[in-house]
């Protein structure tokens, strides 16, 4: 009967103890992973944004870009990919292509794959030169 | 007409006695009020979470992922302690039932909040099978609905046949392979889950999920058998070897005798075993006779439902004898239509078109009679 409760206690906690240990693990990973501001650039116009990402190449070649010593740039993370808020994904495509600002994320990496967060234009967060930028087609619009 | 009316209306006429009436309207009004003070509470409920739900989504780019993950293993470890508290307690089944249900689409909310937040960047049938398979033990063992037993018998015969077939496509170009695993898994998989859920101690422990097991199977066997006559209008010329679909169909035949001689089916579990068997045969033909013609489509269809509605005969399931006479009745129209579809371009075509419609809904109603008869 013991044997019994513990197998259908089991089965109902099977997806919690799966899911927490995968989220652990990735938290491990995410936290412990080195970390590295990397310029960033369109790599496909059709799917750059795709849902609510932007989706992004790392430009390790660019100076202006932190990267491991030693390592050859083929070994490194070529594509990525950063979730963004509704209604901002257009724009800052738009903006992005217009290349006039440097796109940088944070990117922690694990082998051939990056977490990637903390988009910045010219250094700063995103949102600010973003405003900037809107303002500044509105009043051209008019 | 209210129901006070419609029971005035049956005392009149001497179906209930005016006793019974009594009764009912006293019973209504007593699990009247009930209803409206369900519906109250859900209504209000269902506004708590939409508020919620609208809050976390204007919010969402602000709210900290490790907040987010947080939620929602407390939402998910809370339902959990719901479906183990309930599950034994006999007045809760409903609750319980729901509990469970959403539980089992929060995980697989949670699995895609947990591929964004660590930017997993997977597939959604990765997400897709591991969900079903961490998820599968606690459905099995914990639910007594039939629609969450036949959502997942659904989802089972949807998700595992795809996924075998495109493991095998990902890991072999040798087209042989890759037809004898279709056939293994298009015949295998609903005579397995028939079996699964005609097994004994599995139909004692877990009636309803063994039912929805036997039902499902037998739905998914005679639709995707009937899908596949599709092939004689484009079939496919890979250079797989003839043998193959002659090899399969010969299994078919032997595992029915097989499973035949075993003593312990009732009448009706061997007719169900024909029909599966029936279905695994006519899964092979098309892959026999490889030509390209509407005709044989035609023909491949009708002679499964004529064979189908045979075995439902035998086993007097008059409504599923009468499925089997309309089905056919509506692929001998198709069938017209594509033999004589252009005669619908002028007045006359439209008449004969409708004369033979009714010829055949007037025959198809004089046959479903006439064995509706013979069965009694």
Redesign the interface.
Known sequence: MMGRKLVYLAALLLPLVFLGAEAARHAWHRTSAPQYTVVIDGYDPRDLVYGEYLQFRYVWEDPKSQKPDGVDIRDLPGIGRIYLPEGHAWDLQEMMFGRKNTFTVNARLMGKKAYADNLQIDGKSWQEPLDAWRRNRDNQTE | MSLNGKLQKWVDAGLISSDQQTRILAHEADHSGDRWKHGIVFAGLFSILLGVALIVAAN??DISWQLK?AAH?AV??VL?WL??QW?NDALKNKHREVALFI?WGL?LT??AL?G??????GHALDAVR?WFW??T??V???TNNAFTARLWSLVFVCYVPFDILKQIEDLTQNDNLRLAIAFETAIGIPLLMWLAGSWPRFVAARPVMAGALREVAVFMATVCTSALSIIYYAPSFDPFSPLIPIFYALAVIVIRFLLQSLPRWTGEERDTIDLLCLCGLFICLPFVVMVESGLMAMVHFIALWLLAGTIWQNAQHNRLVSLAVTIITLRLFAGFIELFGSMMMSGLGFIVGGIVLIGLVIGARKLDKRLKEGSA
Not at chain 2, 116 to 121: A, I
């Open positions: 969402w780019q993950l293993f998910n470890g959990i479906v183990w599950r539980l995980t949670l699995i947990i964004q937040v660590f930017q997993l960047g591991v961490i998820t033990p606690m099995l063992l914990f």
